[in-house]
């Protein structure tokens, strides 16, 4: 097994802030990425005074990469893993053998009223049918759609379609 890992650094909350992850919604994740076995669980840890989101797989509890399927599992898997062992939240890893791809954008919710900012309403309204999602914050707002994307950083978006995962929480927007 590799020990390299694929950690996403929070981005959607102040750096170095703590906030409470909304706890997973497993009824608001579609079926056609439930059936996929690229499914992880992941913790908060700090990091060089930052908070990130690091991948665990379900099967060892040990760290997941988001490059090696050995460390991923069913939805199942991880929903169990998740309930039972105190990890943060679930994860979807997108690799080349799905037709997903994902777009993340941070600091775009306000999380006690779900009010959007009218550059992610522009984002998401392009994106019909896809499956949208508050993030563990409540602050940003995952797209999960059909296609291939570049993998792209901007000042408030994220965009990915292998070798990286997203944290899911079932919240939908």
């Not at 991923?72 to 690799?95: L, N």
């Not at 994902?102 to 992610?120: F, H, Q, S, V």
């Amino acid at each position: 097994m590799t020990t390299a890992t694929q950690t996403t650094t929070s981005t959607e909350a102040n750096p170095g802030t703590a906030f409470e992850p909304l706890a997973v919604n497993p009824d608001g994740i579609p079926e056609r990425l439930k059936e996929r076995p690229q499914w992880l669980v992941w913790k908060l840890e700090k990091r060089d005074g930052e908070l990130t989101k690091v991948p665990y797989s379900p099967s060892s509890l040990t760290r997941a990469s988001s490059t090696d399927l050995m460390t991923w599992a069913t939805f199942e898997g991880a929903m169990i893993v998740y309930q039972k062992h105190g990890f943060d939240g679930i994860g979807f890893v997108f690799c080349s053998g799905d037709p997903f791809c994902g777009i993340d954008l941070d600091k775009c919710r306000n999380p006690e009223t779900g009010d959007l900012k009218p550059w992610a309403k522009r984002i998401i309204k392009s994106f019909g049918g896809a499956y949208i999602e508050a993030s563990p914050s409540g602050t940003g707002v995952h797209i999960i759609t059909r296609g291939d994307c570049p993998s792209k950083n901007t000042k408030h978006a994220e965009m990915y379609d292998m070798k990286r995962y997203f944290t899911i929480t079932g919240v939908r927007v």
